[in-house]
T-cell receptor, first 114, second 116 residues
Framework: AQSVAQPEDQVNVAEGNPLTVKCTYS??????LFWYVQYPNRGLQFLLK??????LVKGSYGFEAEFNKSQTSFHLKKPSALVSDSALYFC????????????FGTGTRLTVIP | DAGVIQSPRHEVTEMGQEVTLRCKPI?????LFWYRQTMMRGLELLIY????????DSGMPEDRFSAKMPNASFSTLKIQPSEPRDSAVYFC??????????????FGQGTRLTVV
């Protein structure tokens, strides 16, 4: 079975500090990993994805994520947090071969403190 | 493109009533997904379509839920009869096929359903 785990429900970080939102996955097959962000009363917005190639992926708004196959992780990072980064972050995985649906983690609420 | 469009944005209905949620995917996208989001269960995939055909409806919670996609530009999710535990935010998303696993899904803004 495919699954995605986000071990932290809540992450607090001071503005200007680096942030990390953790994600681990468990799949049978090749994982394709995604990060989405959800602002209040909005749908999910795509941030970045790992398909193949360089393990460090850069995405929107200065976010990046590192794919680590040995640790089955895909942590989201940003060197310097902004108050406007406060939102709900979801990690997701698709698997090939397999079904074409997108499995989501439970989400991590990031709060950046001014 | 205007993105994935869902209607209504908010729906309040009484228990036992029929509820229909609507979705217009992004033009050219051949995959459409319906998700439900609650505090308790997070994001759950209910059903998804490929080229208007339902592929996997194993996430549909009960027979009270049904979804259709009569054409490439429109899908509905219907709950009949509705119950208070159906209260949630329902999201529609679409993506382009082909190298499907490479492609991200685009989400609508959701329909917040409250069943009283």
């Amino acid at each position: 079975a495919q699954s995605v785990a986000q071990p932290e429900d809540q992450v607090n970080v001071a503005e200007g500090n680096p942030l990390t939102v953790k994600c681990t996955y468990s799949v049978s097959g090749n994982p394709y990993l995604f990060w989405y962000v959800q602002y209040p009363n909005r749908g999910l917005q795509f941030l970045l994805k790992y398909i193949t190639g360089d393990n460090l992926v850069k995405g929107s708004y200065g976010f990046e994520a590192e794919f680590n196959k040995s640790q089955t992780s895909f942590h989201l990072k940003k060197p310097s947090a902004l108050v406007s980064d406060s939102a709900l972050y979801f990690c997701a995985v698709r698997v090939w071969p397999g079904a074409n649906n997108l499995f989501f983690g439970t989400g991590t609420r990031l709060t950046v403190i001014p | 493109d205007a993105g994935v469009i869902q209607s209504p944005r908010h729906e309040v209905t009484e228990m036992g009533q029929e509820v229909t949620l609507r979705c217009k995917p992004i033009s050219g996208h051949d995959y459409l997904f319906w998700y439900r989001q609650t505090m308790m269960r997070g994001l759950e995939l209910l059903i998804y379509f490929n080229n208007n055909v339902p592929i996997d409806d194993s996430g549909m919670p009960e027979d009270r839920f049904s979804a259709k996609m009569p054409n490439a530009s429109f899908s509905t999710l219907k709950i009949q009869p509705s119950e208070p535990r159906d209260s949630a935010v329902y999201f529609c998303a679409s993506s382009r096929g082909g190298g499907l696993v490479n492609t991200e899904a685009f989400f609508g803004q959701g329909t917040r359903l409250t069943v009283v």
